[in-house]
Nanobody, 114 residues
Framework: VQLQASGGGLVQAGGSLRLSCAAS????????MGWYRQAPGKQRELVAT???????NYADSVKGRFTISRDNAKNTVLLQMNSLKPEDTAVYYC?????????WGQGTLVTVSS
């Protein structure tokens, strides 16, 4: 399974970006899809996850600003990021859990300037 993420870039504080991730390969049924991020000098942290049935979990730091969604038929997951803050600057990684295996995308850089 390969995960291809896109949509990162440079944006001013208060702006918006949308990340997308598409899974391809031998896909049976992806249980959970989500986004994690890693800022310079920090550990990778959860941003948001969504189950196949639509149950969503957000990190407290992004609640009310970020929205995760997925299309099960297309095996894609989106992350709409609004009201971005400089502390949201990080490499964002797409993640998928399927049949007990975990897969990661290559990461896309989001930079929020103050």
């Amino acid at each position: 399974v390969q995960l291809q993420a896109s949509g990162g870039g440079l944006v001013q504080a208060g702006g918006s970006l949308r990340l997308s991730c598409a899974a391809s390969g031998s896909i049976f049924s992806i249980n959970i899809m989500g986004w994690y991020r890693q800022a310079p000098g920090k550990q990778r942290e959860l941003v948001a996850t969504i189950t196949r049935g639509g149950w969503i979990n957000y990190a407290d730091s992004v609640k009310g600003r970020f929205t995760i969604s997925r299309d099960n038929a297309k095996n894609t997951v989106l992350l709409q990021m609004n009201s971005l803050k400089p502390e949201d600057t990080a490499v964002y990684y797409c993640n998928a859990l399927m049949a007990g295996f975990e897969y990661w995308g290559q990461g896309t850089l989001v930079t929020v300037s103050s």
